[in-house]
C-alpha cells in the first residue's frame, strides 16, 4: 500500500538533490522511501544531528562578518 505525501523542502536544494540521486539511479519518491525505511531501521534520524552551541553560533556569526579575532595559520600551528 503506498501513500501519498506532500512536503514543503527548499525549491534550490530539492533541485540539486534531484541531479546527485539522477547521478546515483534514484529519483526523489526512491531516496525518501530509503530515507523513512533507515528512520525506522535506526529507530530515529539516520545521522548524527548536533546543534552548535551558543559559543559557537556566535564564532560562525563572526566568521560570516569576518569580525572577532584572527591568528595565522603559524600562530594556530603553536
Request: net charge negative; hydrophobic share 35%; glycine share 4%.
Amino acid at each position: 500500500m503506498e501513500t501519498e505525501a506532500k512536503i514543503k523542502v527548499d525549491q534550490y536544494n530539492y533541485q540539486q538533490a534531484k541531479k546527485i540521486l539522477q547521478h546515483i539511479g534514484l529519483d526523489y519518491s526512491q531516496a525518501i522511501n530509503l530515507f523513512n525505511e533507515m528512520i525506522i531501521f535506526q529507530k530515529g534520524l539516520p545521522f548524527e544531528y548536533k546543534y552548535p552551541n551558543a559559543e559557537t553560533l556566535k564564532a560562525m556569526e563572526e566568521a560570516k562578518n569576518m569580525d572577532g579575532d584572527f591568528i595565522s595559520i603559524d600562530e594556530l600551528s603553536k
